[in-house]
């Protein structure tokens, strides 16, 4: 199911000319889709949540409180790794019984502030961690349940800087060192150890990988078990994938194997409260980045497409090299290959390099797609560019403005 198709050679969402919105509310501007948000929703449900397998929304992949809330209405948990999140998770209705901390350098005052708000869980990844975190908890009189980090060397077969699970990545702590703290645990009176998490990565779509993770985790708690510890819970982390070149597939054509691995994590590890905390595959495919041409240049090599969107709205082409398709919003004949460039003052600053796309001119529109994961918080106001709004498509059809567009004024507001 796609809500984002062409009518009429033009590209719409939900019946709506996406021409339509970029005029009416200006460029850079993200453009989201309730509908295909609301069908993710319904199928990791059914695929994870049927299955005794909770779902913790990653909400680092995006954050805009209307997001945030309608994750909260399908009963999912939230997955926070900062203060500034916990904040956010808060203010979108989450209770402390909904929320799990990960994060691999929780500093102190997030620590209480999460120890305050009585968050359901603790993801420690290192010795530091823990000693800092039994020290809050027996100041603030509390006793969090705390997951052991754990990190498999599992090779997740996904992108080398969004790869976590390898023992040379800086995430989590080694088999033998988590098993050493379980052994130990008396040491931290003000900790409840329950139980075990991993996240081997992003980006992944094949089923493999996770299907690893859960045999390695058998072997593993297992021993743990053997060696006394009494656990309860397993948080399998997230990391599904999606379709960056064929941005409006339905969730379950990109991915088709969640409810295989559901079945397979809750047939081995079904004695465990089990966890996943996805985040791209809920929200990527739900948005587009809309951007206009200001121009096109010519050298001997090359054409340029100088958009108004640049890397401080989507940063993912020119930190990963990351392909997102580009989209002429209309129709028209013709074909051109192109680098597509936003204004920024970086040679980095490119959204494609070499591309083919078909013919546009001068304020043509160009929707990028896959742009509601890792798109909008992973935004900057480098060259003093503000942030783009956030417009939102409901499932009545009607527009509503989830965010606003910075304004210059706002650049001013912390200055003192
Ligand atoms: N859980 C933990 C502990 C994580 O570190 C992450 C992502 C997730 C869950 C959610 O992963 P997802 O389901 O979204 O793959 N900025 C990069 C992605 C960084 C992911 C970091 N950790 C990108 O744009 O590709």
Redesign the pocket.
């Given at each position: 199911m796609t809500d984002f198709r062409f009518q009429a050679d033009s590209l719409t969402c939900s019946g709506i000319p996406l021409d339509q919105i970029g005029n009416q509310y200006g460029t850079p501007v993200f453009i989201y889709s309730a509908q295909v948000l609301e069908r993710n929703i319904s199928v990791l449900k059914s695929a994870f949540e049927t299955r005794g397998i909770h779902v913790s929304y990653?909400m680092?992949?995006n954050s805009n409180i209307a997001i945030l809330e309608m994750m909260q209405r399908a009963g999912f948990g939230v997955?926070i790794v900062s203060g500034g999140e916990l904040y956010l998770a808060q203010a979108a209705g989450f209770e402390g019984n909904d929320i799990s901390f990960?994060g691999m350098g929780k500093t102190r005052r997030e620590m209480e502030a999460a120890l305050e708000a009585n968050v359901a869980q603790f993801n420690v990844e290192s010795a530091f961690e823990l000693e800092m975190l039994n020290e809050a908890a027996t100041k603030s009189g509390k006793r969090p349940e705390i997951l052991l980090r754990l990190n498999p060397d599992i090779d997740a077969q996904t992108h080398p800087k969004?790869t976590?699970g390898l023992r040379e990545n800086k995430f989590g702590m080694p088999p033998e060192e988590v098993f050493q703290h379980f052994v130990d645990r008396e040491k931290y009176p003000s900790l409840d150890f329950t139980g075990i998490h991993c996240?081997i990565g992003?980006?992944i779509l094949k089923p493999l990988p996770f299907m690893d993770l859960v045999d390695y985790l058998v072997n593993y708690t297992g021993n743990l078990g053997k060696a006394g510890a009494r656990l309860t819970k397993v948080d399998l982390?997230?990391?599904?994938g999606v379709d960056y070149k064929t941005p409006f597939r339905d969730i379950l054509e990109t991915t088709p194997f969640l409810g295989e691995i559901a079945e397979y994590a809750s047939e081995k590890l079904g004695h465990y409260q089990l966890y996943i905390?996805?985040?791209?595959?809920l929200v990527a495919n739900t948005a587009i980045l809309l951007t206009q041409v200001i121009g096109l240049k010519h050298n001997d090599l090359k054409t340029f497409i100088v958009v108004d969107g640049a890397m401080t709205d989507m940063l993912?082409p020119s930190l990963?090299g990351a392909y997102h398709a580009l989209i002429p919003t209309r129709k028209r004949s013709g074909k051109m290959t192109v680098d597509v460039v936003g204004p920024v003052c970086e040679t980095g600053d490119y959204f494609a390099h070499d591309r083919e796309i078909s013919t546009v001119l001068p304020n043509d529109f160009i929707a990028l797609g896959s742009a509601g994961?890792?798109g909008y918080v992973?935004a900057s106001t480098y060259n003093a560019r503000p942030f783009a709004p956030e417009i939102l498509i409901q499932t009545d059809g009607t527009v509503k403005t989830i965010r606003k567009r910075q304004t210059y004024a706002d650049f001013l507001a912390l200055n003192s």
């Amino acid at each position: 199911m796609t809500d984002f198709r062409f009518q009429a050679d033009s590209l719409t969402c939900s019946g709506i000319p996406l021409d339509q919105i970029g005029n009416q509310y200006g460029t850079p501007v993200f453009i989201y889709s309730a509908q295909v948000l609301e069908r993710n929703i319904s199928v990791l449900k059914s695929a994870f949540e049927t299955r005794g397998i909770h779902v913790s929304y990653a909400m680092k992949a995006n954050s805009n409180i209307a997001i945030l809330e309608m994750m909260q209405r399908a009963g999912f948990g939230v997955d926070i790794v900062s203060g500034g999140e916990l904040y956010l998770a808060q203010a979108a209705g989450f209770e402390g019984n909904d929320i799990s901390f990960a994060g691999m350098g929780k500093t102190r005052r997030e620590m209480e502030a999460a120890l305050e708000a009585n968050v359901a869980q603790f993801n420690v990844e290192s010795a530091f961690e823990l000693e800092m975190l039994n020290e809050a908890a027996t100041k603030s009189g509390k006793r969090p349940e705390i997951l052991l980090r754990l990190n498999p060397d599992i090779d997740a077969q996904t992108h080398p800087k969004i790869t976590t699970g390898l023992r040379e990545n800086k995430f989590g702590m080694p088999p033998e060192e988590v098993f050493q703290h379980f052994v130990d645990r008396e040491k931290y009176p003000s900790l409840d150890f329950t139980g075990i998490h991993c996240h081997i990565g992003s980006q992944i779509l094949k089923p493999l990988p996770f299907m690893d993770l859960v045999d390695y985790l058998v072997n593993y708690t297992g021993n743990l078990g053997k060696a006394g510890a009494r656990l309860t819970k397993v948080d399998l982390g997230g990391g599904f994938g999606v379709d960056y070149k064929t941005p409006f597939r339905d969730i379950l054509e990109t991915t088709p194997f969640l409810g295989e691995i559901a079945e397979y994590a809750s047939e081995k590890l079904g004695h465990y409260q089990l966890y996943i905390q996805p985040g791209r595959v809920l929200v990527a495919n739900t948005a587009i980045l809309l951007t206009q041409v200001i121009g096109l240049k010519h050298n001997d090599l090359k054409t340029f497409i100088v958009v108004d969107g640049a890397m401080t709205d989507m940063l993912r082409p020119s930190l990963y090299g990351a392909y997102h398709a580009l989209i002429p919003t209309r129709k028209r004949s013709g074909k051109m290959t192109v680098d597509v460039v936003g204004p920024v003052c970086e040679t980095g600053d490119y959204f494609a390099h070499d591309r083919e796309i078909s013919t546009v001119l001068p304020n043509d529109f160009i929707a990028l797609g896959s742009a509601g994961a890792y798109g909008y918080v992973m935004a900057s106001t480098y060259n003093a560019r503000p942030f783009a709004p956030e417009i939102l498509i409901q499932t009545d059809g009607t527009v509503k403005t989830i965010r606003k567009r910075q304004t210059y004024a706002d650049f001013l507001a912390l200055n003192s």
